[in-house]
């Protein structure tokens, strides 16, 4: 009985298979990860604009009469129809506000939202913030900063909103800055902080740039445009060396004590 000698394959051969089975599987996953890099971006873009259309579509196309209406007469509808409408609409009022009869106009219905008692207060709240915001010669939001939030050797982007005035900078000794502190992932919501002008680390960084750094918690940095001798000189700590606690009584007077906890020794102050 003739028995059948086991074939024995070489091992150069199962190695270079193994190679490249390995290398193709890399090169497959490269091309994942570089195609969703680049149609992701893109495909939530066009995604997030045609929610903001449809969205405006579906509460101002419905306004228009009938028999204005282009999407009664086409046999498809048109996108963008309603936003259209709504930058045509803020023109023709901007442009009739720039005449007499325009500012006359607007006056008379500022009197009338002034003598509303809750209406007056919510109006001339939103009119100041977008005159702030919106106007070319303000300074709001235009600067990104480094603040030590919530502690000392912590550090956090914020964007300085103007100069403290009124009751807050006159109750402080220090010149004050407003400052808005962000949140991440969601920039519209933070906190308004009144920060001496010395404790601030102006940035380099467009506000733009620092606000891609917040939404995306740090995965997107910006790159550092400042001179390499700027670049070799840091100019903050993210370490405390203070070994002393300052405490503020009534009378505003500073008391330095020791952080050591009893039993630990005590630290010269």
Partial sequence: MNEKKPTTAKPGEDD???????????????????????????????????????????????????????????????PGL????????????????????????????????????????????????????????????????LVEYPRRGIWAIAFITGRTEGEVQNLTEQEVV?????????????????????DLVPLS???????KMVISGGIITPPDRRPASAQASPVVSAATFEDVDILREKNRAPVLVSKSLPGEGSGDA
């Fill in 205 to 211: 960084m467009s506000v733009e740039e620092a606000i």
């Fill in 178 to 198: 407003n400052i808005f502190l962000p949140t991440t992932p969601n920039p519209t919501s933070g906190f308004l902080l009144f920060v001496p002008k010395e």
């Fill in 82 to 145: 309603g936003l259209l409408i709504i930058v045509i609409a803020l023109i023709l009022v901007g442009a009739l506000t720039a005449g007499l009869a325009g500012r006359l106009l607007i006056r008379t219905g500022e009197r009338i939202l002034n003598r509303m008692p809750v209406i007056r207060g919510v109006y001339s709240a939103v009119k100041q913030i977008f005159e702030t915001v919106l106007a070319q010669q303000s300074r709001a939001f235009r600067e990104a900063v």
């Fill in 16 to 78: 270079a298979q193994k190679k490249a089975r390995a290398s193709l599987g890399g090169r497959l996953r490269g091309y994942l990860l570089a195609g969703v890099l680049v149609t992701a971006p893109v495909s939530i873009t066009f995604y997030l604009a045609w929610i903001l259309v449809n969205f405006v579509d579906g509460k101002v196309t419905p306004l228009i009469p009938a028999a204005y209406n282009p999407n009664n007469y086409l046999p498809f509808a048109i």
